[in-house]
């Protein structure tokens, strides 16, 4: 029969603020914030789902279920802490920026909408606060999600998500074979990124056919490589007038959130931005000496 635990350390305290703040960003936000856009619907999943992973983290460690999990719990809570902390934080600047921007409204529904921002923001921070307690220190033995090349994958996963919502709405790969590249760039990095993740949470690094640390070595280069490429290819042919590209129009002052040419803008940022984190993953993967999976 399984007995509740009851933890006194930071970590069990830092799990319990996240669990209460991103729960009550969904609840406030459910209640009374009146959405009326798709992004709201984005913003109640990212509290929701975080708030669910982390309840079900915090009844495994109280009843001392780890041993029984079927995933690597050296693993699982670190990359699920460093996923709801960038699905919080993305809910925290995208849910003002299209419910709080250019209102000046003092509402009912203008106070839930500001209550649900700041919790929003508060659980960011804990959750922030948890990867950094649980992540490993250095010359200590820990599971490769704990290492910075093990979250700079889930920061890597998360911006390519980020891009591709960016580049689907509208389309905008499809006006020359240079973008397509782009999105092969993105899809292949993204796809290996996943797999490595899941490879780590599920124990089964030891089941390939080549050693672990090799490949990891190996597919840095190579996404290094490839993001160089896109970050220099997407802003060529998406700002510059001679090969098919156009400056910002007039009418994107008028939009609550991002226009069509700010999206490009942003999938340019975030291309860059995960050109050097690929950058460090490869370099912290070169100085890595301790890999436990």
Same mark, same amino acid.
């Given at each position: 029969m399984p007995i509740v635990v009851v933890h006194s350390n930071p970590l069990f305290w830092v799990?319990?603020? %996240?669990?209460?703040? @991103? !729960?009550? $960003?969904? $609840?406030?936000?459910?209640?009374?914030a009146n959405l009326s856009h798709g992004t709201g619907d984005w913003c109640v999943f990212c509290w929701a789902f975080s708030f669910a992973g982390t309840l079900l983290v915090l009844l495994v460690e109280l009843f001392g279920l780890?041993?029984?999990?079927?995933?690597?719990?050296?693993?699982?809570? &670190?990359?699920? $802490?460093?996923?709801? @902390?960038?699905?919080?934080? @993305? %809910? @925290? *600047? &995208?849910?003002?920026?299209?419910f709080l921007k250019g209102q000046n409204s003092r509402s009912e529904t203008?106070?839930?909408? *500001?209550?649900?921002?700041?919790f929003s923001c508060l659980a960011t921070i804990a959750? &922030? !606060? +948890?990867?950094? *307690?649980s992540k490993a220190r250095p010359g200590e033995v820990a599971g490769y999600m704990a290492t910075a090349p093990g979250l700079l994958k889930v920061c890597e996963t998360f911006v390519a998500c980020v891009i591709f919502v960016f580049i689907s709405d509208p389309v905008s790969y499809d006006s020359h074979n240079a973008l397509r590249w !782009?999105? $092969?760039?993105? !899809? &292949?990095?993204?796809i290996l990124s996943a797999a490595i993740i899941v490879l780590c949470i599920c124990e089964c690094t030891g089941c390939l056919p080549f050693p672990f640390a090799r490949f990891l070595s190996a597919y840095a280069v190579l996404a290094v490589a490839m993001y160089l490429s896109a970050t220099i290819i997407w802003p060529i042919?998406?700002?510059? +007038?001679?090969h098919g590209g156009s400056s910002r129009p007039y009418s994107c002052g008028r939009y609550a959130g991002l226009c069509d040419w700010d999206k490009q803008v942003a999938v340019a940022v975030l291309t860059a931005v995960n050109f050097v984190l690929y950058l460090a993953d490869l370099i912290y993967s070169a100085r890595l000496v301790f890999v436990t999976v």
């Open positions: 799990r319990l603020c %996240a669990l209460v703040f @991103s !729960c009550v $960003a969904f $609840a406030v936000t459910v209640h009374g780890q041993t029984r999990a079927p995933v690597s719990w050296k693993n699982f809570p &670190i990359t699920f $802490a460093c996923y709801a @902390s960038l699905l919080c934080l @993305s %809910a @925290s *600047i &995208i849910f003002p920026l299209y203008h106070n839930y909408r *500001i209550v649900a921002t700041v959750y &922030i !606060c +948890e990867v950094s *307690i !782009c999105l $092969a760039v993105f !899809c &292949i990095c993204f042919f998406k700002f510059d +007038e001679k």
